[in-house]
């Protein structure tokens, strides 16, 4: 156990977990509701003994004592899984993630999982995040996305990503093959709702995104419920005649479940092997020539976490990582590049 004086400051806010959220020192990293959470549990004594109210007034120069407990070890076991990683110091960790991992254990994947890897990988170098010794996952890419993700190994790093995450102020960008081209004179991109095209030609896709009405597996594109979403796409290159298949770019502006997935399918731009949102429009075989038989039995959605770039949480650095194709999405390029003639 460790022990953590605190000092009600001048002015404070008008209840308790508020005016420790700002009286304790940075370094601390506890967040608001961490404090409610300690407030409730008798972790915290005030001028007349246990405070357990989180909405209780305080006065100017009261002062509170916090007991933290040491952090608890987390059920799931750590896992000598390799790890490829970009960048490591004592508050985060940037992995880049092979297709096939799932990042965080759930029902039907207890093991085998990211966060197993970095049990084992990080060791007694988590001090903690939100009283456990675990990883802080602060964003997520699907199991059989590849790439690029940052996770905290430390809470005032946890905190400190999570509000750009939150903002929308982390970068990122995804590379994408993709079926069909994103063409400015097409009428039917041009009347899909959501839809536009920036000054630039890329495309921009705004809608709300929701769990699926029927399926609570998929989520859905809806306009009058759900949750902000916005995609931007470029395309880098196209290739058959008629285009066939795309490679695109596609940049965040939100980080959605499953959002390039989906509004690539919105577009009618379906993702190269995505069993869930592939859709119905697709290249046909003769288009896609010699390559039909690799982009038809692609095993995965060919989507890969390109870039991302954040501000470190606790130096204030600028830190961008760039990760190049992997080598199933890299070897149906090379195959479109050398086959399909490039529009």
């Known amino acids: 156990m460790s022990n953590l004086s605190?000092?009600?400051p001048a002015n404070p806010p008008d209840r308790l977990d508020k005016a420790l959220a700002m009286a304790v020192?940075?370094?601390?990293?506890?967040?608001?509701?961490?404090?409610?959470?300690?407030?409730?549990?008798?972790?915290?004594?005030?001028p007349d003994g246990p405070a357990r109210d989180v909405r209780a007034r305080v006065a100017e120069g009261q002062e509170y004592r916090i007991t933290l407990a040491p952090p608890e070890e987390v059920e799931t076991r750590p896992e000598a899984i390799p790890l490829v990683i970009a960048y490591e110091d004592d508050d985060l960790i940037v992995i880049d993630k092979p297709a096939g991992m799932v990042v965080h254990p759930a029902p039907g994947s207890p093991s085998g999982t990211l966060v197993n890897a970095l049990l084992a990988h990080c060791g007694?170098?988590?001090s903690g995040i939100g009283g456990e010794k675990r990883p802080g996952i602060v964003h997520r890419i699907d199991k059989d996305t590849s790439g690029l993700l940052v996770v905290a190994k430390s809470d005032r790093a946890h905190h400190g990503l999570a509000a750009q995450f939150e903002a929308h102020t982390a970068s990122r960008r995804y590379l994408a093959l993709a079926h069909g081209i994103i063409d400015g004179a097409d009428p039917r991109l041009?009347?899909?709702?959501?839809?536009?095209?920036e000054s630039d030609g890329v495309l921009r896709i705004t809608t709300k995104l929701a769990r699926h009405a029927t399926d609570r597996q998929k989520q859905a594109?809806?306009?009058?419920?759900?949750?902000?979403?916005?995609?931007?796409a470029r395309m880098i290159r196209s290739f058959g005649n008629p285009p066939a298949i795309m490679l695109v770019e596609c940049r965040l502006e939100t980080g959605r479940t499953h959002q390039i997935r989906v509004h690539m399918a919105h577009a009618g731009l379906g993702l190269v092997g995505d069993p869930?949102?592939?859709?119905?429009?697709?290249?046909?075989?003769?288009a896609l020539g010699a390559a039909a038989d690799l982009v038809q039995g692609f095993a995965r959605q060919a989507l890969h976490a390109a870039h991302l770039g954040f501000t470190h949480p606790v130096s204030g650095r600028a830190l961008a990582f760039d990760s190049v194709l992997p080598a199933d999405m890299q070897?149906?390029?090379?195959?479109l590049e050398r086959t399909v003639p490039s529009s």
């Open 6 to 8: 605190v000092i009600i």
């Open 25 to 46: 020192p940075e370094e601390a990293a506890l967040s608001r509701s961490r404090l409610a959470r300690l407030i409730i549990e008798g972790a915290v004594t005030g």
């Open 124 to 126: 007694d170098s988590l």
């Open 190 to 197: 041009r009347g899909t709702p959501g839809v536009a095209f």
């Open 221 to 232: 594109v809806y306009f009058d419920k759900g949750r902000h979403a916005v995609t931007r």
């Open 276 to 286: 869930v949102y592939g859709g119905s429009r697709r290249a046909s075989v003769k």
């Open 331 to 335: 070897a149906l390029l090379e195959t």
